[in-house]
Nanobody, 123 residues
C-alpha cells in the first residue's frame, strides 16, 4: 500500500509557474512508476506526465510537452511536476498516482491515487 499526498496547487496568472509535489509513504517509493493526471470541470481525467522508477524514462501529454517537467527524488519519497508557461486551459485538479508494474501513461494501470490539488490559472 502507498499513500500519496499532493501539495503546491494554487492560483497563478497565465504565463506563470507552479511546482506540485507528491509525497509518498508506505511501500518503497522507488518500486513505483509515478504519474500526474488532471481533471477539469466537466471533463474526463487525463494523463499529464509519467516517470519511471529510476527516473530515466519520462513521458508527457502533447498539451504540456515543453512546458511541464516531471521529476522524482527517491531518497525523499517525492515526485514533482514543474509547470511553466501556464495557460487557462491547464486549470484542473491535479492528482498524482503510483503504478507498481512498469512504466505506463495509461490511467487504468495506476494502483494508488492521491486526493488531488487544485490549480487555477487566471487569464
Amino acid at each position: 500500500q502507498v499513500q500519496l499526498v499532493e501539495s503546491g496547487g494554487g492560483l497563478v496568472q497565465a504565463g506563470g509557474s507552479l511546482r506540485l509535489s507528491c509525497a509518498a509513504s508506505g511501500r518503497t517509493f522507488s518500486y513505483y512508476t509515478m504519474g500526474w493526471f488532471r481533471q477539469a470541470p466537466g471533463k474526463e481525467r487525463e494523463f499529464v506526465a509519467a516517470i519511471s522508477q529510476s527516473g530515466i524514462t519520462r513521458g508527457y501529454a502533447d498539451s504540456v510537452k515543453g512546458r511541464f517537467t516531471i521529476s522524482r527524488d527517491n531518497a525523499k519519497n517525492l515526485a514533482y511536476l514543474q509547470m511553466n508557461s501556464l495557460k487557462p486551459e491547464d486549470a484542473a485538479v491535479y492528482t498524482c498516482a503510483a503504478r507498481a508494474f512498469g512504466y505506463s501513461t495509461q490511467m487504468k494501470g495506476y494502483d494508488y491515487w492521491g486526493q488531488g490539488t487544485q490549480v487555477t490559472v487566471s487569464s
